[in-house]
């Protein structure tokens, strides 16, 4: 059904009398309100019946799609989403927005170490570590299967099928051109103390439209703290899982040590759902680096194998897939302070490094000469293909600090 015929029965839906904007005609209101950037929807809805409507249906997400005027957006979840909204930020606009906090369980809290992406108009939330107060003992965080969904159309959260094994920390992709999803590896640790956790090694695949799990075959060995992508293969799609931490080792017996990964495993996926799984050597040299940095993940436009960024203390490594190696792309020209973390995700074709920063806001009354500090986000953005750099600062939405080294991060077209 053509966009425009398809706007119209919309608007037929709430009333013959009614128009999107009045003294125009609907297509062209329709291509007024498409324009809109996604992060001040929220304030528009309240307008009228018909904007709402028009605002939360699928129409307009497939106009913008068209008009090629979906909205990078950068989805932040500053803590446990149970009882801490995640927020969007719209890079161009500037602009924040909250999302409402996760259908809360009673006897669960502390959730971390999960995993969010996107696809299509929906948020996912899948797995992580979190405490239960019908567990023993109390100190320790378990591992969790469950899986929310967030649409977008409807503002709602939806508990759907959990996973077939609890799982945190793991490597997670969205299989291009479906509505399936991948997981593999993964257990559970604490955030502070991270060496005494478990470990597994077992894959699954989520169908989007079935709402079910389905094993695949197993991780050569165990792994966790991975990180997962897909990419196109010579005849078939690959799921690839980078880095993590395998088995752990004590220090005079007593403190355990993480051992760090430093090769990569591929799979196959093959039409039928099965798959094998094949190594890839070790990246890097030992001494080189002790583990793998952060890893962003950039698509290629025109279906090729997508290019694979590291951050590397101020250094950013791009990865060689003929080669099995790291080569240096740039580095960042502002050196964040000593112990400041660093979040690192792709948008709009660049690549984010964002740290915090403090900064003073005297704009209260002249009569108060209280000064209140306020963070903000500092991005520093690189264009691979321009080879540029350029920044961004943008004042924080949140009452609470924010850790960006156990921070979530995602990315959403809208």
């Known amino acids: 059904m053509p966009l425009q015929q398809s706007s119209s029965l919309l608007l037929a839906e709430i009333d013959e009398t009614l128009t999107l904007i009045p003294g125009l005609p609907d297509d062209i209101g329709v291509h007024i309100l498409s324009l809109l950037p996604y992060s001040h929807h929220c304030r528009l809805k309240p307008t009228c019946k018909s904007w709402n409507l028009f605002l939360s249906s699928k129409t307009l997400l497939s106009l913008r799609r068209v008009q090629r005027r979906l909205s990078h957006l950068l989805c932040i979840f500053p803590a446990d989403p149970h009882i801490c909204s995640p927020f969007l930020f719209?890079?161009?606009?500037?602009?924040?927005?909250?999302?409402?906090?996760?259908?809360?369980?009673?006897?669960?809290?502390?959730?971390?170490?999960?995993?969010?992406?996107?696809?299509?108009?929906?948020?996912?939330?899948?797995?992580?570590?979190?405490?239960?107060?019908?567990?023993?003992?109390?100190?320790?965080?378990?591992?969790?299967?469950?899986?929310?969904?967030?649409?977008?159309?409807?503002?709602?959260?939806?508990?759907?099928?959990?996973?077939?094994?609890?799982?945190?920390?793991?490597?997670?992709?969205?299989?291009?051109?479906t509505d399936k999803i991948v997981v593999a590896g993964g257990g559970s640790r604490h955030t502070m103390f991270r060496a005494a956790g478990s470990r597994i090694c077992s894959v699954e695949k989520y169908d989007v439209e079935r709402n079910e799990w389905v094993a695949m075959n197993e991780l050569p060995r165990f792994r966790a703290g991975c990180v997962?992508?897909?990419?196109?293969?010579?005849?078939?799609?690959?799921?690839?899982?980078?880095?993590?931490?395998?088995?752990?080792?004590?220090?005079?017996?007593?403190?355990p040590m993480d051992e760090y990964c430093r090769d990569a495993v591929v799979m196959d996926l093959k039409e039928d759902g099965r798959g094998n799984w094949r190594e890839i050597g070790d990246m890097w040299e030992e001494g080189e680096r002790p583990r793998l940095g952060k890893i962003v993940v950039m698509e290629d436009e025109e279906g090729g194998r997508p290019s694979v960024f590291m951050l590397d203390d101020k250094d950013i490594l791009r990865y060689d897939m003929a080669t099995n190696r790291w080569r240096k792309e740039s580095s960042v020209p502002r050196k964040a302070p000593c112990r400041s973390s660093f979040g690192f995700v792709v948008l709009n074709e660049e690549l984010h490094v964002m740290t915090l920063l403090s900064g003073v806001d005297s704009t209260e009354t002249q009569?108060?000469?209280?000064?209140?500090?306020?963070?903000?986000?500092?991005?520093?953005?690189?264009?691979?293909?321009?080879?540029?750099?350029?920044?961004?600062?943008?004042?924080l939405p949140l009452l609470e600090p924010l850790d960006l080294s156990t921070t979530t991060m995602c990315t959403i077209r809208l």
């Open 367 to 395: 009569r108060s000469r209280q000064q209140k500090r306020i963070g903000s986000l500092f991005s520093q953005i690189y264009h691979p293909r321009k080879k540029t750099w350029r920044c961004l600062n943008t004042r």
């Open 228 to 255: 997962g992508f897909t990419a196109k293969g010579v005849t078939e799609e690959e799921f690839w899982v980078m880095g993590g931490y395998g088995e752990s080792r004590t220090v005079s017996g007593v403190f």
């Open 90 to 177: 719209d890079p161009e606009n500037l602009a924040w927005r909250s999302l409402p906090p996760m259908p809360c369980n009673p006897y669960e809290y502390g959730l971390c170490n999960f995993t969010s992406l996107s696809v299509g108009p929906h948020l996912y939330v899948l797995g992580g570590s979190l405490f239960d107060t019908r567990s023993f003992p109390l100190d320790r965080p378990s591992p969790t299967s469950s899986a929310f969904r967030y649409n977008f159309l409807t503002c709602q959260w939806d508990r759907l099928a959990p996973m077939l094994s609890p799982r945190g920390s793991f490597a997670c992709a969205a299989l291009p051109g």
